[in-house]
């Protein structure tokens, strides 16, 4: 993947529009984007409360806006930026769209499948690998998180 880090830091700051738009329905602020020559192709945002959907994470809506704006289930050449690590599920849906890049913000202790608990999208046991890059605007990233947690806390 060939982008300067101004233009990984841009997408970035995408994905956390995104995450806003469920902090909006007093969700858990995750967001994503998938980039394709430069452009934006599929957007997506955790709506799990929304539309009491348990797989409605950030990056499967991202992936099935990307799969149909491209008329393909293949997304080849493309990037996909979300603020927080993907899950065990995410990173596997990753791997079956063909996604070869992804970049993410802030590293999840509990949850995340691209190095922390697992690491699913460079294990060399399955047969699409990833190129994965982290902390890009990492504590905006998780910072909307934390301030979620905590005034969910006070509630
Ligand atoms: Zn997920």
Redesign the pocket.
């Known amino acids: 993947m060939d982008y300067t880090l101004e233009e990984k830091e841009a997408f970035m700051r995408e994905a956390l529009k995104e995450a806003e738009i469920a902090l909006e329905h007093d969700e858990i602020p995750i967001g994503c984007v998938i980039v394709k020559d430069g452009k934006i192709i599929g957007r997506g945002h955790n709506a799990r409360e929304e539309l009491q959907r348990a797989v409605m994470?950030a990056?499967?809506m991202a992936i099935e806006n990307a799969n149909l704006s491209e008329e393909s289930w293949r997304l080849l050449d493309c990037t996909l930026f979300v603020t927080i690590e993907?899950?065990v599920?995410?990173s596997g849906a990753i791997g079956l769209a063909r996604i070869p890049n992804v970049v993410y913000g802030a590293k999840n202790q509990k949850f995340g499948a691209a190095g922390s608990l697992y690491d699913i999208l460079t294990d060399e046991r399955l047969n699409h690998r990833v190129d994965v890059e982290t902390g890009i605007l990492e504590s905006d990233c998780a910072g909307i998180m934390q301030d979620f947690f905590r005034n969910r806390r006070k509630k």
């Open positions: 994470h990056e499967i993907p899950c599920m995410c």
